[in-house]
């Protein structure tokens, strides 16, 4: 059983900085990809940012510049450094880790840690 364990959630002044990390049970690149989601209230969840088992990443077009994907094999984490943070950027944030083949995938999911961005 995959668990995805997020931390480093909280409320920050725009233009602040919140680092989030998850922790996998597994090791990260054994997944195709993993990375972060989010969902703002009243909106669909939408992509992030992902990094994949070959070291790509893809970042959401809001979020480009500003929020950076690593993945650390030792440790089995990936983090989400979030800087110059705005209040759009306000939703709860989920881990996720992909596995898949050529005609399957299958997502797991953490349990989400809210971010606020507000004065």
């Known amino acids: 059983q995959v668990q995805l364990v997020e931390s480093g959630g909280g409320l920050v002044q725009p233009g602040g900085s919140l680092r989030l990390s998850c922790a996998a049970s597994?090791?990260?690149?054994?997944?195709?990809?993993v990375g972060w989601y989010r969902q703002a209230p009243g909106k669909q969840r939408e992509l992030v940012a992902r990094?994949?088992?070959?070291?790509?990443?893809n970042y959401a077009d809001s979020v480009k510049g500003r929020f950076t994907i690593s993945g650390d094999n030792a440790k089995n984490t990936v983090t989400l450094q979030m800087d110059s943070l705005k209040p759009e950027d306000t939703a709860v944030y989920y881990c996720?880790?992909?596995?898949?083949?050529?005609?399957?995938?299958?997502?797991?999911w953490g349990q989400g840690t809210q971010v606020t961005v507000s004065s």
């Open positions: 996720y880790a992909r596995r898949g083949g050529s005609s399957w995938a299958y997502d797991y």
């Open positions: 597994g090791n990260i690149f054994s997944f195709n990809a």
């Open positions: 990094i994949t088992s070959g070291g790509s990443t």
